[in-house]
């Protein structure tokens, strides 16, 4: 137990006043080459990074204490921070030679997950967020700060908007104002409560004032300014800086709608940057990532997270692509010297804040040695924005010049025991340097002059921290110990002595030793703040070297993967011989297929699990995507119209610890497609209505498609194994087939043998060939023999069926692959009563199987029945859109399905 307060030693006192200014974090202490944690803390501190939990005692008592080494902190502060801790560094902020008493300590960074700056926890392919949100309703705004680059923006919309907008980013660590909402969110992050005044409008205004002159020039509306000021008012608080981060240097301001828009369901469905596969790993990203620095890697990723709808945006990132494809010279050398580039922004950031050492700046030194040689292999480019480029590349030659001639080549890690800046730079520095230099050359040559003079041959001249200089005797030859000497140290074996002119010497050499450490750190500071004051220079400079890394790595990749420039500004989409970027890199041999269809129509997709709907689904959208970013894109000819939004529906998942299952997750998804796309919209719909009845499914998909046809507009693909859709052809003008081939034949069992074509062909699919799947996936042969057997019962194919595929294909169709036991999706030419109820599919045919529904003992109509009839007579359908249908028919079947319950 520790005593009263009065009572502690001052270092723990020290500790514990850190404690209590920052409550909320785990204060790691420097004592030493160590980090310690103390107390309570120690204890978890020893936990979660497995280090040995010790005691200390002193006057105070005896108490845990844990540590980490300071030069290999990294990894113990990474695990606190996944453990969900926060992190105060408490260093040494002064010399302990130079201490009355105790070492003066203070927390010079907060780490947390959101704030992270040191390299080691970085990822230089991605950025890592400080988001904070303020407002509600129609006006909530989010902002975002990456605190290792100092790229900070902010927007606003509606919450749902917002929602997306932060699931798009997903911060690491998110701050909220007190009228900000609370999110549900689709990934894991770090809530924190900040100090509810930093978001008030007028304290927000005076943070951000100390960014931009005129805040209000940059903010769109009052719930801006106080998410960006709360913001960057935390990120101070956290790099224990008392005024603005000076990397900082652009606040932006964004709209979402100026980007494609690709919520996180679309992103993960389409495996931008994580495989829904852990087999395969493959991803969007992967592909593309030919990128030759950091900074490529991360305008790589944010283009593909949010692509251009600026038709002449993407027309110019297509045209730099084009000439650097027909430049292979050029593009190759240009990659070259790029992969010289260390990242760029990252070092800004770290001059900028003061931490940035010698090696650093010898590493931007580097960086603008590369620029000259870029440009000489732009020297030729003729097209706009490569030219543009070449242009905006600062060479910065008076930085580049500073740095060369003041740090050494090869510098030390550490800035304060010399060793950092180079002879010439500062005459000063030289002439300390000179005398430390002379004195130490003086020593040198002292040991052969003393054997000289006494005839010791065995005299040896050293020196130790501790002692100093000194010339040592062994015990055999004292006797010839000049008078001049004065004993400093006696061994078992020698005595050390020093002369007065050694010993003058010596304070010589360590005065000017010390004179010239804290002189080079001094000149190496000033070099230091000289490269901070052109941060804004550098980061325009990290900003047009991205770009062209990227626009490189476009070039590069269509070069080796016969990529083609898309026709931006179609109003169809007409693409021939599309392939999927992702998927046919990882299959021998892709079978490319081609998408020709107006905006606005909707493609019924039919086809058998495995025959490649989803591929070709996907690989649309892919398609789409890469254009919309500046790629060039996996076919052989493309025209595409410019895309506001891409929707996805598609595969299964469900969400249990939030109390929804794979159908009511589908519904959601589905009732945000509906609510939010437009005609310029692309919606990949993939088995909606499954996880039901087939009934209620069909009706749910059916519903859908009408919906999207009449009502949203937007360029649908709409992938089903319910047969009965592909029948809407006929009665909507803008809806059209499409199936996936299989080749058939006779097997040596009689049983059909198929080979899936992966081909995409006009027209409806015959089958779902359920059984064949799986008996190609291995379910045993009695299963899939009675599975047949079921099959001929039903009805859907006669005994002496191969599945072929012909003009009697209407009498071929099967059942749903997930209808339930017992229950079959027959065409409306072959109804077959189940369970005594009509199951042609239909909202109307559902309708009228009620009404002739006999219970399950045969009991007549009942009054609940007659009041369910009687709302479903009075319902005007003419004036009743389908999601009105669809929930008016949930609601009467929920009374049904409650009636029966009394029943039993």
């Known amino acids: 137990m520790l005593g009263a307060r009065e009572e502690l030693t001052p270092m723990l006192s020290q500790y514990l006043d850190l404690c209590e200014a920052h409550p909320d974090a785990v204060v790691m202490f420097q004592v030493g080459d160590f980090y310690e944690a103390f107390c309570e803390a120690a204890e978890e501190v020893a936990r979660v990074c497995e280090v040995t939990l010790t005691k200390r005692e002193d006057s105070t008592g005896t108490y845990p204490m844990a540590g980490i080494p300071i030069d290999n902190a990294a990894s113990y502060l990474e695990a606190l921070l996944d453990a969900g801790y926060r992190v105060a560094i408490a260093d040494q902020v002064e010399e302990a030679s130079e201490a009355s008493g105790l070492v003066d300590r203070a927390v010079t960074q907060v780490i947390t997950p959101g704030t992270v700056v040191d390299e080691e926890l970085l990822s230089g392919a991605t950025a890592t967020y400080l988001g904070a949100v303020a407002g509600s309703g129609e006006e909530t705004a989010l902002a975002t700060v990456d605190v290792s680059t100092g790229e900070c923006q902010v927007t606003s919309g509606t919450e749902r908007r917002m929602s997306e907008e932060l699931d798009r980013l997903a911060p690491a660590e998110l701050l909220r104002a007190p009228d900000a909402p609370d999110f549900e969110l689709g990934f894991e992050t770090m809530a924190t409560d900040a100090d509810p005044g930093t978001f008030e409008a007028d304290a927000a205004r005076e943070t951000l004032s100390a960014y931009v002159a005129a805040p209000d020039s940059v903010v769109g509306s009052e719930a801006e300014l106080r998410a960006v000021g709360g913001l960057l008012d935390y990120a101070e608080y956290t790099q224990g800086d008392d005024g603005p981060l000076e990397y900082v240097s652009r606040v932006r301001r964004y709209d979402p709608e100026r980007s494609l828009q690709l919520d996180a369901t679309a992103i993960r469905s389409l495996e931008l940057f994580e495989s829904r596969s852990p087999r395969s790993g493959d991803t969007l990203v992967e592909v593309l990532d030919e990128t030759a620095c950091a900074l490529g890697r991360r305008r790589l990723a944010s283009w593909l997270r949010r692509p251009s709808v600026d038709e002449g945006e993407i027309r110019r990132r297509h045209d730099a692509v084009a000439e650097l494809l027909d430049r292979p010279m050029a593009r190759e050398t240009v990659r070259e010297h790029l992969s010289e580039v260390y990242d760029l922004e990252?070092?800004?950031?770290?001059?900028?804040?003061?931490?940035?050492?010698?090696?650093?700046?010898?590493?931007?030194?580097?960086?603008?040695?590369?620029?000259?040689?870029?440009?000489?292999?732009?020297?030729?480019?003729?097209?706009?924005?490569?030219?543009?480029?070449?242009?905006?590349?600062?060479?910065?030659?008076?930085?580049?010049?500073?740095?060369?001639?003041?740090?050494?080549?090869?510098?030390?890690?550490?800035?304060?025991?010399?060793?950092?800046?180079?002879?010439?730079?500062?005459?000063?520095?030289?002439?300390?340097?000179?005398?430390?230099?002379?004195?130490?050359?003086?020593?040198?040559?002292?040991?052969?002059?003393?054997?000289?003079?006494?005839?010791?041959?065995?005299?040896?001249?050293?020196?130790?921290?501790?002692?100093?200089?000194?010339?040592?005797?062994?015990?055999?030859?004292?006797?010839?110990?000049?008078?001049?000497?004065?004993?400093?140290?006696?061994?078992?074996?020698?005595?050390?002595?020093?002369?007065?002119?050694?010993?003058?010497?010596?304070?010589?050499?360590?005065?000017?030793?010390?004179?010239?450490?804290?002189?080079?750190?001094?000149?190496?500071?000033?070099?230091?703040?000289?490269v901070a004051e052109e941060v804004e220079r550098l980061q325009t400079l990290a900003d047009s070297l991205a770009t062209l890394d990227v626009l490189t790595t476009f070039a590069a990749v269509a070069a080796a993967n016969g990529y083609v420039r898309p026709e931006m500004g179609a109003d169809s989409v007409e693409i021939e011989a599309g392939r999927h970027p992702v998927v046919e890199r990882t299959r021998s041999e892709f079978v490319p297929n081609p998408a020709e269809f107006s905006a606005g129509h909707v493609a019924v997709i039919t086809g058998p699990n495995m025959s490649g709907k989803s591929t070709y689904m996907r690989q649309v959208a892919l398609i789409a995507v890469l254009a919309q970013a500046g790629s060039f894109v996996p076919a052989r000819a493309?025209?595409?119209?410019?895309?506001?939004?891409?929707?996805?529906?598609?595969?299964?998942?469900?969400?249990?610890?939030?109390?929804?299952?794979?159908?009511?997750?589908?519904?959601?998804?589905?009732?945000?497609?509906?609510?939010?796309?437009?005609?310029?919209?692309?919606?990949?719909?993939?088995?909606?209505?499954?996880?039901?009845?087939?009934?209620?499914?069909?009706?749910?998909?059916?519903?859908?498609?009408?919906?999207?046809?009449?009502e949203v507009g937007a360029t649908t693909l709409f992938a089903t194994h319910y047969h009965d859709l592909t029948e809407l052809v006929e009665d909507l003008p803008d809806a059209f087939n499409l199936h996936f081939t299989v080749e058939k034949a006779e097997g040596e069992d009689g049983n059909p043998d198929v080979t899936f074509l992966h081909r995409v062909a006009d027209g409806a699919s015959s089958s779902s060939y359920g059984v064949e799947v799986a008996e190609l996936a291995g379910v045993p042969p009695a299963v899939v023999e009675r599975a047949r057997e079921y099959v001929r019962e039903s009805g859907a194919i006669p005994a002496d069926a191969n599945g072929g595929e012909g003009p009697d294909e209407a009498e071929m169709r099967t059942s749903s692959d997930d209808a339930p036991a017992g229950e079959s999706d027959t065409s409306a030419d072959a109804q077959a009563p189940t369970n005594g109820r009509a199951s042609e599919g239909t909202l109307a045919a559902y309708v009228d199987g009620i009404e002739s529904d006999e219970g399950a003992e045969g009991t007549t109509t009942t009054g609940a029945e007659a009041d369910v009839l009687a709302e479903l007579r009075e319902l005007d359908v003419a004036q009743t859109t389908p999601l009105e249908a669809l929930n008016a028919l949930d609601d009467l079947k929920q009374r049904l399905d409650e009636r029966d319950r009394n029943r039993d």
């Open 346 to 530: 990252r070092l800004v950031s770290r001059v900028s804040r003061e931490r940035a050492n010698a090696r650093d700046l010898r590493a931007l030194k580097n960086t603008l040695d590369a620029v000259p040689e870029v440009k000489a292999a732009l020297s030729e480019v003729e097209s706009d924005p490569l030219r543009d480029l070449r242009d905006s590349l600062d060479e910065l030659a008076d930085v580049r010049e500073l740095v060369g001639e003041a740090i050494r080549p090869d510098p030390p890690q550490e800035i304060t025991e010399g060793g950092v800046v180079r002879e010439g730079f500062d005459d000063e520095l030289d002439e300390v340097r000179a005398t430390e230099r002379e004195g130490r050359e003086w020593v040198s040559a002292l040991e052969e002059r003393e054997r000289e003079r006494t005839g010791i041959d065995s005299l040896d001249v050293g020196y130790t921290q501790v002692h100093g200089y000194y010339i040592e005797v062994t015990n055999p030859n004292l006797d010839r110990v000049p008078d001049d000497y004065t004993r400093r140290q006696t061994l078992k074996n020698s005595e050390r002595f020093y002369t007065p002119e050694l010993k003058r010497r010596e304070d010589e050499i360590l005065s000017a030793s010390e004179r010239a450490d804290a002189l080079e750190y001094e000149v190496f500071a000033e070099v230091r703040a000289d």
């Open 638 to 710: 493309a025209r595409l119209p410019i895309l506001d939004r891409i929707f996805t529906r598609v595969g299964a998942s469900d969400d249990i610890a939030g109390g929804q299952s794979t159908f009511m997750r589908e519904m959601a998804e589905l009732t945000d497609i509906l609510h939010n796309a437009t005609e310029d919209s692309l919606v990949l719909l993939d088995e909606v209505g499954r996880g039901t009845s087939t009934t209620d499914g069909l009706a749910i998909a059916r519903a859908t498609t009408e919906f999207v046809h009449d």
